[in-house]
């Protein structure tokens, strides 16, 4: 099963921006759709960025024009471009798969937005 590890966050004031990046392993790891996921305190895990072997992308509305998520198959990274960030998006980011399912979670990357 392919596995994941996250980078790149950190404390950043409200409207910066950070770059999170997640490395895979697996050799299948260019067919699935890829997403990013977050889960502040006391919720539920939710995916906020999803995209498609092939390029095509999907956002939550919470996220919507703000976030970018890009993907690099030949080096098996994924990433998300996050501007504009909000103390609302303070959570922890995991990057896993979308199809199939996820499996199993790793730590994520802790994203804290704060003046």
């Known amino acids: 099963q392919v596995q994941f590890v996250e980078s790149g966050g950190g404390l950043v004031q409200p409207g910066g921006s950070l770059r999170l990046s997640c490395a895979a392993s697996g050799s299948i790891f260019s067919i699935y759709a890829m997403g990013w996921y977050r889960q502040a305190p006391g919720k539920q895990r939710v995916l906020v960025a999803g995209i498609t072997s092939g390029g095509s992308t999907n956002y939550a509305d919470s996220v919507k024009g703000r976030f970018t998520i890009s993907r690099d198959n030949a080096w098996k990274m994924v990433y998300l471009q996050m501007n504009s960030l909000k103390p609302e998006d303070t959570a922890v980011y995991f990057c896993?798969?979308?199809?199939?399912?996820?499996?199993?979670w790793g730590q994520g990357t802790q994203v804290t937005v704060s003046s």
């Open positions: 896993n798969t979308r199809i199939p399912p996820p499996g199993s």
